[in-house]
């Protein structure tokens, strides 16, 4: 960290920052230019924080010299970290898709999308049994009974589950049930205690990114999960707010291309969430994999106009199918494959 001091900054004002630095166990290294002081704190710097220097007498401004996240950076982690999720990499060369319904509704329901995502080649099966609503009056999700459906019906395709963790309360049944990714979503990105929790375990997580956040306070988020041992981690882009009303988020793909800069962590793309019309899914989904997305979050109903939430982003099955046809092509165009769960009838064959 550096401290500029003011142009008129007296002994006594270097001698009070440089003994707050000392007090934090760091070093100091004193610049005195013509014009003003330059005092540098020699350490581990994330001890410090601006706070504890701007409003000292004499001090203009201080700052970071290096990134506050240090697990999740590339800078200390040059290979891009891969998470396995029984078998499906993330994070490597191929793209991976998780397609399944916004909320878990009905076994019937579930047995459909299941059907329908494994038909067309997802490798992950999503679906929300406990589900972040904006009002209190709105279908809430079928909770742990929820959990069971998914299961029951991601296993008729032996595909693995992803489902979003709402309350650190629900994390045991979320084990029980052996969920193979554990999803938290925009609004708890930075529920630290419940990052903490999620930190302790050893499943992966993705961190959707609060719709709000800006990367570094996202990463800052991830941050949390690595400090507590987990660093299997995939970073999820879902849109952001603007004052954009036509669609429902904006897709920061920028986003995407920076992550891949400066974290090693996988990151993927809810092309769904962004746009917020099924219309939108295709070119958003092709914009996120162009972009470098190592997989993409598609939220896919057998039945879309039926949906309890999320009702109008739903694709169907088959133009879920035609989206992972042209999302092959693409890969290939950009140097990489789609992963492609093989049909039951290929899998016999062998
Ligand atoms: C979801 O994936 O169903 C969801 C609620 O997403 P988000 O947290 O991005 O809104
Ligand atoms: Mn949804």
Redesign the pocket.
Same mark, same amino acid.
Request: net charge neutral.
């Given at each position: 960290m550096i401290i500029v001091m003011e142009p008129d900054a007296g002994d006594a004002e270097i001698a009070a920052v440089e003994a707050r630095i000392r007090a934090a166990g760091l070093d100091v290294h004193i610049s005195r230019g013509t014009e003003r002081t330059l005092i540098g704190a020699i350490g581990d710097e994330r001890k410090l924080d601006p706070e504890m220097f701007d409003p000292l007498p004499g001090v203009e401004r201080s700052m970071h010299i290096l990134k506050p996240y240090k697990l999740v950076a590339r800078e200390w982690h040059r290979a891009s970290t891969i998470v396995n999720v029984d078998g499906a990499a993330i994070g490597g060369n191929a793209v991976q898709v998780i397609a399944g319904p916004?909320s878990v509704e009905t076994q019937p329901q579930m047995n459909a999308a299941a059907d329908g995502v494994a038909a067309a080649g997802a490798r992950l099966m999503r679906g929300?049994a406990f589900k972040?609503r904006t009002s209190p009056y709105a279908f809430q999700g079928k909770g742990v009974e929820g959990l069971t459906m998914l299961r029951n019906a991601a296993a008729r395709h032996g595909l693995p589950i992803v489902t979003?963790l709402m309350d650190v309360r629900m994390l045991d049944a979320f084990l029980e049930q052996r969920v193979d990714v554990i999803?938290i979503?925009? /609004?708890n990105m930075q529920n630290f205690d419940l990052l903490k929790e999620v930190g302790r375990v050893d499943v992966p997580v993705i961190l959707?990114r609060g719709m709000s956040a800006t990367i570094s306070e996202w990463l800052m988020a991830a941050e949390y999960i690595a400090a507590g041992g987990n660093h299997k981690i995939i970073l999820c882009e /879902?849109g952001i707010r603007t004052f954009e009303t036509a669609y429902r988020n904006v897709l920061d793909v920028t986003a995407v291309a920076v992550l891949k800069r400066e974290t090693h962590l996988p990151v993927i793309v #809810?092309p769904s969430?962004a746009g917020g019309k099924a219309w939108m899914v295709p070119a958003l989904s092709c914009a996120g994999v162009a972009a470098g997305a190592d997989a993409l979050l598609i939220e896919v109903h057998p039945c879309p106009p039926e949906a309890w939430c #999320?009702a109008d982003q739903a694709l169907t099955p088959a133009e879920f199918g035609a989206l992972m046809d042209k999302l092959d092509a693409l890969s290939c165009a950009m140097g990489r494959t789609l992963e492609r769960r093989r049909s039951e009838a290929t899998i016999e064959a062998i």
């Open positions: 916004c929300g972040p979003e999803q979503g925009t /609004r959707k /879902r #809810d969430h #999320d």
